[in-house]
């Protein structure tokens, strides 16, 4: 009896410190007892993500002249995990996400319906490779 109280008590420990780990933000591969500095793509994801969230309304209303930008520096910026950016998975998928960001660009093109596909690329890649941010990145999508 007493053995299954220990038990009972271990696991709850267990799934609690399981659960306070779950940062949502993140992707898995933090180190944990180093300071944490942001990668090069974290930043880059911040701004991408604040970018597009900042452009979303005029798009919306098809009021925007400006060209968007597209950002080439996905193949590049250095993952927290350094060999997750160099993936040719990781890679294919950032040439998928610069051709559908190019394509909002394009003339006579339905800049609403370009922009939600290229929203569909960013949760293409999240959820191979980080699936954290997805709940954050599906309210870039314009109804
Ligand atoms: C080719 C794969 C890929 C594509 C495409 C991609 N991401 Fe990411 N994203 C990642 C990876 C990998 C990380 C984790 C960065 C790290 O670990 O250094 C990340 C991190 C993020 C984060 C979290 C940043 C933080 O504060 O921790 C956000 C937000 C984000 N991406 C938004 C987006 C948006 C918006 C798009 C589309 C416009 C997008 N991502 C497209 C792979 C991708």
């Known amino acids: ?8 008590i271990a696991s709850l420990v267990f799934a609690i410190i399981l659960l306070s780990n779950c940062d949502e933000k993140k992707c898995a591969a933090q180190p944990k007892y180093t300071m944490a500095v942001d990668s090069e793509l974290t930043l880059l994801m911040r701004d991408m993500y604040t970018y597009y969230d900042s452009i979303k309304v005029d798009i ?12 080439q520096e996905v193949h590049k910026a250095v993952a927290t995990s350094p060999e997750k950016s160099s993936s040719e998975l990781y890679q294919a998928m950032a040439t998928i996400y610069v051709q559908s960001a190019e394509r909002i660009n394009s003339p006579n093109v339905n800049q609403k319906m370009a922009f939600n596909l290229m929203v569909d690329n960013c949760i293409n890649c999240h959820k191979q490779m980080c699936p954290g941010p997805m709940v954050r990145i599906k309210k870039l999508y314009l109804e």
Do not use: P
Request: proline share 0%; charged share 20%.
């Open 1 to 8: 009896m007493k053995n299954k109280a220990f038990y009972t």
């Open 60 to 71: 919306s209303n098809g009021t925007l002249a400006k060209d968007i930008q597209i950002f």
